[in-house]
């Protein structure tokens, strides 16, 4: 199908009920962590270790060649203490409950961190897109609607395009949703075209978000952008954007890299002809003949990493070779725990995924709100809010690092559960 996210996604979604777990264990450990540090009891780690709500839904398709075939789709509300939950639905045949579990919760955290009004959801169809129709999926999208029409809604759960998941099918679901209610109703989903109620600046909103974390990272390491030189792991939405923004703004971008390989060139590579190459599954390394690796771009003399592609780069078995100052995550879950603590303990500046990659969410925020009122806002001033959120969140990460004597993740962990935690309190749920 016709979709912007790509076939790459192996690490991140690599099956398996395993991994699910692990990424489900491992964003426990951590919520846990930072509650106790924050002083809470137990059990409000009980109440919030787990969606609220997930539902499992049997979505009958009719395929072309007349044959029906059921889906399962899931939807996870995780908490609601704040507001309506919020997050995307993806498409994916290694989709298990406890990913989307798993991810409803890290959706929470990045709205306490943005300070959103709104709690963590998520949703996902075991499919394969790249397999189906535009008709089948079509059909599928709009049935997957039908099975949770009652569960969600725009003051209640506002889904968004997440993996192999596009503005086409947001305004596929936006429309069946609209028909079930009787009345046309935008603030449902966001992420949809922009004739459709979509905001300016949506699209490339994570690698803006991304931009901004590393001026703060900078500022706060005495280096200036022009001057610096930069490694990005990954060439797709998230890594092409950001080497745009970047080389735009003077650094030079001496390292990219895609699935098959990375570019180096210590002069500061061609991002233009770069960007102009690349196709839609953010493939452009297999056009060069001198290309290094993917596990040689990682460890280039340079002064600011970002991973963006997948999960699980920076290991208890490289960290000890980055040569980066700053490395800041614009992929989920690219720095293992263990590499953390390797990472902080040689004194580099780690800016943590839940803080780095929150400017999607934040501008999809900004669509509701648009919805909402019926009013719709420039490029500029979309810009000009998003960066007075994320350079807020960074400011309070980086500051409760400092104060709490904590690493930045547990920092950013600590921000994320708090305003959660305390509307829970006040509701009198703990
Ligand atoms: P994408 O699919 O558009 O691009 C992924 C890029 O990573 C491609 O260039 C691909 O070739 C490369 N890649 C895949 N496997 C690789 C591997 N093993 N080693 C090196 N490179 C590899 O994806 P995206 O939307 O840019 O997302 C990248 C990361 O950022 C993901 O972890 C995603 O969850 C995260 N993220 C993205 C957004 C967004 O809005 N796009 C928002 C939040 C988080």
């Not at 609601?80 to 890290?106: C, M, Q, S, Y």
């Not at 809604?153 to 086409?168: H, L, V």
């Not at 297999?286 to 997948?310: R, S």
Request: charge should be negative; glycine fraction near 8%.
């Amino acid at each position: 199908m016709a979709s912007d996210k790509t076939a790459h996604f192996q690490n991140e979604t690599d099956s398996s009920e395993s991994s699910a777990s692990n990424l489900l264990e491992s964003t426990r450990k951590v919520i846990k962590e930072a509650l106790e540090k924050l002083g809470y009891p137990d059990e409000v780690y009980e109440l919030l270790k787990d969606s609220l709500r997930m539902l499992k839904v049997r979505i009958p398709v009719r395929m072309d060649d007349g044959s029906v075939k059921v889906f399962t789709g899931y939807r996870a509300q995780h908490n609601d203490a704040v507001g309506p939950t919020k997050g995307g639905v993806r498409f994916h045949p290694n989709v298990t409950e406890d990913e989307v579990n798993a991810l409803a919760i890290w959706m929470s955290i990045k709205a306490g961190i943005v300070d959103l009004p709104y709690g963590g959801g998520k949703g996902g169809i075991v499919c394969d897109p790249r397999e189906m129709s535009f008709r089948e999926l079509e059909n599928l999208s709009r049935g997957y609607v039908r099975a949770i029409s009652q569960f969600v809604g725009p003051t209640k759960d506002i889904p968004a395009p997440d993996i192999f998941t596009n503005s086409q099918i947001m305004a596929w679901m936006m429309d069946e949703y609209s028909r079930i209610d009787e009345f046309n109703n935008p603030g449902f989903i966001t992420g949809k075209p922009i004739v459709l109620g979509g905001s300016h600046g949506r699209e490339t909103a994570t690698a803006k978000g991304v931009t901004i974390c590393i001026e703060e990272a900078a500022k706060k390491r005495g280096l200036e952008i022009k001057d610096s030189r930069v490694v990005i792991q990954g060439f797709g939405n998230a890594g092409s954007y950001l080497a745009k923004f970047l080389h735009e703004a003077g650094a030079k971008v001496v390292g990219i890299s895609d699935a098959y390989g990375a570019l180096y060139d210590p002069e500061g590579l061609d991002i233009n002809y770069l960007l102009d190459r690349r196709d839609s599954f953010g493939t452009v390394t297999t056009l060069f003949k001198n290309t290094i690796t993917n596990k040689e771009l990682l460890e280039l003399d340079c002064d600011i990493l970002v991973p963006a592609a997948v999960q699980n780069q920076i290991t208890k078995e490289n960290a000890h070779n980055i040569k980066a100052d700053i490395i800041v995550e614009a992929a989920n879950g690219p720095t293992t725990i263990e590499a953390t603590k390797i990472l902080t303990e040689r004194g580099k500046l780690i800016v943590p995924d839940v803080l780095a990659s929150s400017g999607g969410v934040t501008v999809s925020y900004f669509e509701w709100v648009q919805n909402n009122q019926g009013y719709y806002w420039s490029e500029e001033e979309v810009e000009e809010k998003l960066r007075k959120v994320m350079t807020k969140a960074f400011e309070t990460i980086y500051n409760t690092a400092q104060t709490r004597n904590v690493d930045m993740r547990l920092a950013a962990y600590m921000v994320g559960v708090r305003k959660m935690a305390e509307a829970a309190r006040y509701r009198g749920w703990v």
